[in-house]
C-alpha cells in the first residue's frame, strides 16, 4: 500500500472516531482540562475513555508503550483488545504497526527506524468498543547545510 494512501487511511481513522469519541466524552464541549499520566507519558482523552503513550528508548531503537485508562484515568487490561499505532515521521513517511500486548495492562511496539516521528494514532479495539487517540511531536530542526560560495578571489569558501 502507498504510504500516502496509509496516511489517508489514518487521517480518515482519526478524524471519524474523535468526531464520535468527542460526542460520547463526558467533558464539556470545548472544556480544558489536566490528564493525570500514571505512567509518565502523554494523556489523550478517547470519549470514556483515555489512551497514555509513554515513549522511551532502549538498545533496539523507540519504545512506545501505550495504555489504555477508564475515566477515572485507571488502567484496563487488555485481555481481549488488540491495537494498532500509525506513524508518520518527519521525512513523510509512514507504517501501520500492529502493537503487541504486553502483560496484562499495556500495549508496545518499538521503533527502529531513523526518521523522527511527528505524528502517531493509536486505535485500540475490543468487541463494539473503541479508544483511538491521536498523539503529536514537533519536528526537530533541519540541519542546515553549508553554503558553498566561489568568490571572485578564486577561494572556495563555506558558510
Known amino acids: 500500500m502507498k504510504k ?5 487511511i489514518a ?12 460526542a460520547q466524552h463526558d467533558h464539556k464541549t470545548g472544556e480544558t482540562h489536566q490528564h493525570g499520566a500514571p505512567h ?8 470514556k475513555y483515555h489512551v497514555e503513550l509513554v515513549r522511551s528508548k532502549d538498545k533496539l531503537g523507540e519504545v512506545f508503550t501505550i495504555y489504555l485508562l477508564d475515566e477515572a484515568e485507571k488502567v ?15 521525512d513523510a513517511n509512514s507504517s501501520q504497526e ?21 505524528n502517531a494514532i493509536v486505535s485500540i479495539k475490543w468487541g463494539d468498543e473503541n479508544a483511538t487517540a ?6 526537530p530542526p533541519k540541519q542546515k547545510q553549508p553554503e ?12
Open 134 to 139: 491521536k498523539f503529536q511531536w514537533n519536528a
Open 76 to 90: 484496563i487490561t487488555n485481555k481481549g483488545k488488540t491495537g494498532v499505532l500509525f506513524i508518520q515521521t518527519a
Open 4 to 8: 500516502q494512501t496509509v496516511v489517508a
Open 148 to 159: 558553498e560560495h566561489n568568490h571572485n578571489d578564486g577561494h572556495n569558501h563555506q558558510h
Open 11 to 22: 487521517v480518515a481513522l482519526f478524524t471519524a472516531m474523535s468526531f464520535s469519541a468527542n
Open 98 to 118: 500492529t502493537l503487541a500486548p504486553a502483560g496484562d495492562d499495556k500495549f508496545t511496539f518499538t521503533y527502529k527506524g531513523k526518521g523522527a516521528i511527528i
Open 40 to 47: 509518565g507519558g502523554q494523556v489523550v482523552s478517547s470519549g
